[in-house]
Protein backbone atom coordinates (compact mmCIF):
# COMPACT_ATOMS: atom_id res chain seq x y z
CA UNK A 1 0.00 0.00 0.00
CA UNK A 2 3.05 2.41 0.61
CA UNK A 3 4.59 1.69 -2.61
CA UNK A 4 1.13 2.07 -4.22
CA UNK A 5 0.63 6.09 -2.54
CA UNK A 6 4.37 6.45 -3.29
CA UNK A 7 3.99 5.23 -6.81
CA UNK A 8 0.97 7.54 -7.32
CA UNK A 9 3.14 10.58 -6.09
CA UNK A 10 5.51 10.05 -8.93
CA UNK A 11 3.14 10.38 -11.54
CA UNK A 12 2.84 13.37 -12.77
CA UNK A 13 -1.09 12.67 -13.51
CA UNK A 14 -2.04 11.90 -10.26
CA UNK A 15 0.73 13.67 -7.91
CA UNK A 16 -2.10 16.14 -6.81
CA UNK A 17 -4.90 13.45 -6.24
CA UNK A 18 -6.45 12.51 -2.89
CA UNK A 19 -5.20 8.51 -2.20
CA UNK A 20 -7.23 6.79 0.60
CA UNK A 21 -5.43 4.01 1.44
CA UNK A 22 -7.13 1.06 3.06
CA UNK A 23 -5.62 -0.72 6.13
CA UNK A 24 -5.26 -2.81 9.10
CA UNK A 25 -5.49 -1.69 12.45
CA UNK A 26 -1.72 -2.52 13.44
CA UNK A 27 -0.13 -1.19 9.88
CA UNK A 28 -2.45 2.40 10.79
CA UNK A 29 -0.37 2.25 13.95
CA UNK A 30 2.56 2.01 12.19
CA UNK A 31 2.47 3.87 9.90
CA UNK A 32 -0.31 6.91 10.59
CA UNK A 33 2.23 9.39 11.61
CA UNK A 34 4.03 9.43 8.89
CA UNK A 35 0.80 11.02 6.85
CA UNK A 36 -0.28 13.42 9.84
CA UNK A 37 0.54 16.34 7.81
CA UNK A 38 -0.23 15.24 4.28
CA UNK A 39 -3.65 16.49 3.60
CA UNK A 40 -4.62 14.27 0.46
CA UNK A 41 -3.59 11.37 1.84
CA UNK A 42 -5.62 9.40 4.79
CA UNK A 43 -5.29 5.93 6.04
CA UNK A 44 -8.97 4.17 6.94
CA UNK A 45 -9.25 0.81 9.01
CA UNK A 46 -10.23 -2.22 7.27
CA UNK A 47 -14.09 -2.88 7.62
CA UNK A 48 -15.50 0.00 7.02
CA UNK A 49 -19.56 0.14 6.12
CA UNK A 50 -20.43 1.75 2.93
CA UNK A 51 -21.93 4.80 4.50
CA UNK A 52 -18.69 4.97 6.37
CA UNK A 53 -16.07 4.84 3.72
CA UNK A 54 -18.57 7.31 2.06
CA UNK A 55 -17.93 9.87 4.93
CA UNK A 56 -13.85 9.33 4.41
CA UNK A 57 -13.86 9.99 1.51
CA UNK A 58 -15.88 13.32 1.18
CA UNK A 59 -14.02 14.29 4.39
CA UNK A 60 -10.24 13.74 2.59
CA UNK A 61 -11.49 15.55 -0.71
CA UNK A 62 -12.72 18.70 1.28
CA UNK A 63 -9.50 18.49 3.11
CA UNK A 64 -7.27 17.96 -0.19
CA UNK A 65 -9.74 20.46 -2.45
CA UNK A 66 -12.28 21.59 -0.96
CA UNK A 67 -15.87 21.91 0.00
CA UNK A 68 -18.17 21.16 -3.32
CA UNK A 69 -18.06 24.12 -5.50
CA UNK A 70 -21.92 25.54 -7.04
CA UNK A 71 -23.30 24.93 -10.18
CA UNK A 72 -22.50 28.05 -11.84
CA UNK A 73 -18.63 27.56 -10.67
CA UNK A 74 -18.68 23.66 -11.89
CA UNK A 75 -19.45 24.98 -15.62
CA UNK A 76 -17.01 27.82 -14.99
CA UNK A 77 -14.50 25.39 -14.17
CA UNK A 78 -15.43 23.51 -16.78
CA UNK A 79 -15.02 26.01 -19.44
CA UNK A 80 -11.67 26.88 -18.38
CA UNK A 81 -10.51 23.83 -18.33
CA UNK A 82 -11.87 22.54 -21.89
CA UNK A 83 -10.20 25.75 -23.22
CA UNK A 84 -6.98 24.26 -21.45
CA UNK A 85 -7.60 21.14 -23.33
CA UNK A 86 -7.47 22.56 -26.13
CA UNK A 87 -4.98 24.85 -26.25
CA UNK A 88 -2.99 21.35 -25.30
CA UNK A 89 -4.28 20.00 -28.25
CA UNK A 90 -3.18 22.46 -30.51
CA UNK A 91 0.60 22.72 -29.38
CA UNK A 92 0.89 19.10 -29.40
CA UNK A 93 -1.23 18.07 -32.22
CA UNK A 94 -2.75 15.40 -29.95
CA UNK A 95 -0.35 12.73 -30.97
CA UNK A 96 0.37 12.93 -26.98
CA UNK A 97 4.73 13.04 -25.97
CA UNK A 98 3.65 15.08 -22.85
CA UNK A 99 2.54 15.08 -19.39
CA UNK A 100 -1.23 14.39 -20.57
CA UNK A 101 -2.21 13.20 -23.96
CA UNK A 102 -5.39 15.30 -24.52
CA UNK A 103 -6.47 11.90 -26.56
CA UNK A 104 -6.66 10.59 -23.09
CA UNK A 105 -9.53 12.85 -22.38
CA UNK A 106 -12.05 10.70 -24.89
CA UNK A 107 -13.84 8.56 -23.17
CA UNK A 108 -15.18 11.35 -20.32
CA UNK A 109 -15.29 13.65 -23.53
CA UNK A 110 -17.68 11.63 -25.47
CA UNK A 111 -20.02 11.20 -22.73
CA UNK A 112 -19.93 14.82 -22.07
CA UNK A 113 -20.95 15.16 -25.44
CA UNK A 114 -24.20 13.72 -24.78
CA UNK A 115 -24.66 15.14 -21.16
CA UNK A 116 -23.80 18.84 -21.69
CA UNK A 117 -25.42 21.69 -23.36
CA UNK A 118 -25.06 25.33 -24.67
CA UNK A 119 -21.25 26.63 -24.75
CA UNK A 120 -19.97 23.83 -22.57
CA UNK A 121 -20.97 21.50 -25.29
CA UNK A 122 -19.36 23.18 -27.81
CA UNK A 123 -16.51 23.57 -26.26
CA UNK A 124 -15.85 19.79 -25.66
CA UNK A 125 -16.91 19.20 -29.54
CA UNK A 126 -13.99 21.99 -30.06
CA UNK A 127 -11.61 19.43 -28.13
CA UNK A 128 -13.08 15.83 -29.36
CA UNK A 129 -11.98 17.81 -33.09
CA UNK A 130 -8.37 17.39 -32.00
CA UNK A 131 -8.46 14.20 -31.49
CA UNK A 132 -7.35 11.77 -33.99
CA UNK A 133 -9.76 8.47 -33.15
CA UNK A 134 -12.49 7.51 -34.99
CA UNK A 135 -14.53 6.98 -32.00
CA UNK A 136 -14.12 11.15 -31.10
CA UNK A 137 -15.55 11.72 -35.31
CA UNK A 138 -18.25 9.53 -34.88
CA UNK A 139 -19.45 11.25 -31.40
CA UNK A 140 -19.45 14.23 -33.24
CA UNK A 141 -21.12 13.27 -36.11
CA UNK A 142 -23.84 11.39 -34.21
CA UNK A 143 -24.56 14.64 -31.93
CA UNK A 144 -24.83 16.54 -35.63
CA UNK A 145 -27.66 13.99 -36.01
CA UNK A 146 -29.21 14.42 -32.95
CA UNK A 147 -29.20 18.19 -33.03
CA UNK A 148 -31.08 20.89 -34.81
CA UNK A 149 -31.13 24.65 -35.85
CA UNK A 150 -27.96 26.76 -34.92
CA UNK A 151 -26.35 24.05 -32.89
CA UNK A 152 -26.48 21.21 -35.53
CA UNK A 153 -24.35 23.87 -37.71
CA UNK A 154 -21.99 24.51 -34.97
CA UNK A 155 -21.49 20.98 -34.51
CA UNK A 156 -21.43 20.40 -38.64
CA UNK A 157 -18.01 23.08 -38.29
CA UNK A 158 -16.30 20.83 -35.67
CA UNK A 159 -16.52 17.62 -37.69
CA UNK A 160 -15.39 19.38 -40.55
CA UNK A 161 -12.39 20.63 -38.65
CA UNK A 162 -11.68 16.92 -37.48
CA UNK A 163 -12.20 15.56 -41.23
CA UNK A 164 -10.06 17.97 -42.59
CA UNK A 165 -7.18 16.75 -40.10
CA UNK A 166 -7.71 13.16 -39.82
CA UNK A 167 -9.85 12.13 -42.85
CA UNK A 168 -13.04 10.45 -43.24
CA UNK A 169 -13.56 7.94 -40.32
CA UNK A 170 -16.97 8.01 -40.13
CA UNK A 171 -19.58 5.26 -40.89
CA UNK A 172 -21.81 4.96 -43.69
CA UNK A 173 -25.30 5.80 -41.61
CA UNK A 174 -23.45 8.56 -41.37
CA UNK A 175 -22.73 9.44 -44.92
CA UNK A 176 -26.17 8.16 -45.74
CA UNK A 177 -27.64 10.94 -43.71
CA UNK A 178 -25.07 13.42 -45.16
CA UNK A 179 -26.52 12.87 -48.51
CA UNK A 180 -29.87 13.42 -47.04
CA UNK A 181 -28.73 17.10 -45.35
CA UNK A 182 -27.57 17.73 -48.82
CA UNK A 183 -30.42 18.58 -50.19
CA UNK A 184 -32.59 20.16 -46.99
CA UNK A 185 -34.36 23.00 -47.90
CA UNK A 186 -32.95 24.90 -44.88
CA UNK A 187 -29.87 25.92 -46.64
CA UNK A 188 -27.10 26.83 -44.58
CA UNK A 189 -27.51 23.05 -43.46
CA UNK A 190 -27.29 22.31 -46.89
CA UNK A 191 -24.09 24.40 -47.64
CA UNK A 192 -22.86 23.07 -43.92
CA UNK A 193 -23.00 19.25 -45.14
CA UNK A 194 -22.27 19.73 -48.36
CA UNK A 195 -19.02 20.94 -47.08
CA UNK A 196 -18.01 17.96 -44.55
CA UNK A 197 -18.60 15.62 -47.67
CA UNK A 198 -15.57 17.67 -49.37
CA UNK A 199 -13.44 17.97 -46.03
CA UNK A 200 -14.47 14.25 -45.67
CA UNK A 201 -12.98 13.71 -49.60
CA UNK A 202 -15.17 11.08 -50.40
CA UNK A 203 -14.43 8.68 -53.22
CA UNK A 204 -17.23 8.32 -56.05
CA UNK A 205 -17.96 5.03 -55.57
CA UNK A 206 -19.04 5.48 -52.02
CA UNK A 207 -21.20 8.43 -53.33
CA UNK A 208 -23.01 7.66 -56.52
CA UNK A 209 -24.75 4.71 -55.59
CA UNK A 210 -25.95 6.09 -52.76
CA UNK A 211 -27.51 9.48 -55.11
CA UNK A 212 -28.47 6.93 -57.33
CA UNK A 213 -30.47 5.47 -54.47
CA UNK A 214 -31.89 8.45 -53.56
CA UNK A 215 -33.57 9.53 -56.91
CA UNK A 216 -35.11 6.06 -57.49
Same mark, same amino acid.
Given at each position: ????????????? $? @? &???? #? %??? =???????? +? /?? *???????????????????????????????????????????? $? @? &???? #? %??? =???????? +? /?? *?????????????????????????????????????????????????????????????????????????????????????????????????????????????????????
Amino acid at each position: TLEAIEEARNMAR $L @R &ATPV #L %AVM =AAPAMTQF +G /GR *FELDRQTALVREGLNDEQLTASIEHLVANASGEPITADEAEEYS $L @R &ALDT #L %AEL =AISSGATG +G /GV *FDVADAAPPLIAALGDSAGEVRLRVADVLSFISQQRAQVALMDAVMDSSGAERLELLSRVIASAKRYGNLLQQRHITWLLTAATSPDNDEAIAAASLMGALNLPNDRIVPLMIGQDE
